[in-house]
């Protein structure tokens, strides 16, 4: 691999020392270690080397891989998710933590390893004491040394791939937008409808253009919102459908230019006000 390459990438991370799972792309090895998320799509993960989209030790050692090539990888804190920072660890009292949203109804409560959001940050129960929680600010994984199991099991060459690919680490189901290329160094691509409530696309579309741009050297990326209205019912084309059913009846508006025809309907007329 080189820096730039766009890959797939099948993986398990654990933890040296106790072997927990930190992250995988198997459903089965992550239902093993009670991890598995409904919403996950177990799959290998697009990417592009030397990006920093992975940890730093992980990256450095894609260099060194060939495709299908299964490989194995020591990563210690400073070349994974850093070394933990004992500032980053504070500690708040009891009624703090129990006023935070997840925690106001009551039916659940703060324990330890628990992840929690707090002042915008994203923090781990690490205790309790005293009527005090004590709040790790840190990485989860910080100050652990990872190994990482992994397999490049694709290299992505053609354009409109790597486009997807983009989308998909930027945001999620690539398949939901449409784009089109606009020369050789421009693209217009038009939103799926679930972008347009998400809160978090507003951050993820940042990533996006700035990935485009840097990776396929588009110098104008438009992003374009569609609000079709969806066209109304044609009254007249249903009626002519009716007007077909062998079912309806069209006594009342049949109409005759023959003389025989008229007489007949004259005489229908005369037999009902009798």
Known sequence: MKDGDFIRLDFDAFVKETKQ??????????????????????????????????????????????????????????????????????????????????????????????EIRMNNRTGIIAGRFAGRYRIDFNHRWAGKTIIYKYKVTDIITKKEEKLKAIIEASYTAPEEFRFEWKGKDGVDIVLPD??????????????????????????????????????????????EHKSDDPEHSHEHDHECDDPECKHDSHEKEEHKQE
Do not use: C
Not at 198 to 212: E, R, T
Not at 219 to 234: Q, S
């Open 21 to 114: 799972l930190v992250d995988t792309t198997h459903e089965e090895v992550a239902k093993e270690h009670d991890l598995y998320n409904e919403r996950v799509s177990y799959a290998p993960i697009p990417l592009i080397v030397g990006s920093g989209q992975i940890v730093k030790g992980l990256d450095t050692d894609l260099l060194q891989a060939e495709k299908g090539q299964e490989r194995e990888v020591e990563i210690l804190p400073s070349e994974a998710f850093g070394d933990k920072d004992p500032k980053l660890v504070e500690v708040y009292p009891e009624r703090k933590i129990l006023s935070l949203p997840e925690f106001r109804k009551g039916d659940r409560y703060p324990v330890e390893g628990m």
């Open 194 to 239: 679930i972008v347009k409530l998400d809160q978090g696309w507003m951050m993820a579309k940042f990533k996006l253009v700035s990935d485009i741009r840097a990776h396929l050297n588009m110098k104008k990326v438009r992003l374009i919102e569609e609000y079709v209205k969806k066209e109304e019912e044609n009254v007249e084309a249903v009626h």
